[in-house]
Nanobody, 126 residues
């Protein structure tokens, strides 16, 4: 099992930046593909970015491509989401999630993620 704790959310103006961090417990963090999801009020939870177990493969939703960067440090048991050029439509609760996998690829299906953090609020003011 892995426990996930997000940090780094907050209020930022349009065009600003934030870096979210997700700290994971456990000794097998490198066996988990990781993802960042977000959920805005009245909307479904959606994937933002995902990274493979070793960090070599990454995925970005079209809406954040070129602005967000996902990375991980398996030695430190942390996954990061660097968010630049933030827009009001990026406002949401952001969740870190993990799924145990044997393949060296990212996972996009929300239903496959068994472990979730508590979420951190990101608000972008216009």
């Amino acid at each position: 099992q892995v426990q996930l704790v997000e940090s780094g959310g907050g209020l930022v103006q349009t065009g600003g930046s934030l870096r979210l961090a997700c700290a994971a417990s456990g000794r097998t963090f490198s066996s988990y593909a990781m993802g960042w999801f977000r959920q805005a009020p009245g909307k479904e939870r959606e994937i933002v970015a995902a990274v493979s177990r070793g960090g070599a493969r990454t995925y970005y939703a079209n809406s954040v491509k070129g602005r967000f960067t996902i990375s991980r440090d398996n030695a430190q048991n942390v996954v990061l989401l660097q968010m630049n050029s933030l827009q009001p439509e990026d406002t949401a609760v952001y969740y870190c999630a993990g799924t145990l996998t044997t393949v060296s690829d990212y996972v996009l299906d929300l239903k496959r993620y068994a472990y979730w953090g508590q979420g951190t609020q990101v608000t972008v003011s216009s």
